[in-house]
């Protein structure tokens, strides 16, 4: 059973970084066999996309409210994916969520509902 956990979350001022991680456990293959997405919802809002790192060294792709801040990596020797945030603003405040599938075409990466595995999410504030 796939696992995922998220940590490095927190409370930073608008400005600064923070850098999460996605842990995976429990998969059937290595962690490169995964195209891994983190995702993020505020309160009241719906779970919004915000990068994902395709499978296979297949690219990374990003939203456009995130792109030029933030960076998504993977380290295959530790089975973890980094999302590198930085230049927070208080509009990047939410649970932040990782997601994991192994079948994921191109045209479905932005898509919640096409991920199989998914972690508890961590929460990041950004103060004004």
């Known amino acids: 059973q796939v696992q995922l956990v998220e940590s490095g979350g927190g409370l930073v001022q608008a400005g600064g970084s923070l850098r999460l991680s996605c842990t995976l456990s429990?998969?059937?293959?290595?962690?490169?066999?995964?195209?891994i997405g983190w995702f993020r919802q505020a309160p009241g809002t719906e779970r919004e996309f915000v990068a994902t790192?395709?499978?296979?060294?297949?690219?990374?792709y990003y939203a456009d409210s995130v792109k030029g801040r933030f960076t998504i990596s993977r380290d295959n020797a530790k089975n973890t994916v980094y999302l590198q945030m930085n230049s927070l603003k208080p509009e990047d405040t939410a649970v932040y969520y990782c997601?994991?599938?192994?079948?994921?075409?191109?045209?479905?990466?932005?898509?919640?509902?096409?991920?199989?595995?998914w972690g508890q999410g961590t929460q990041v504030t950004v103060s004004s």
């Open positions: 429990g998969g059937e293959g290595p962690l490169n066999t995964y195209t």
């Open positions: 997601a994991a599938d192994r079948a994921l075409i191109l045209s479905s990466i932005r898509l919640p509902n096409q991920y199989d595995y």
């Open positions: 790192i395709r499978r296979y060294g297949g690219g990374d």
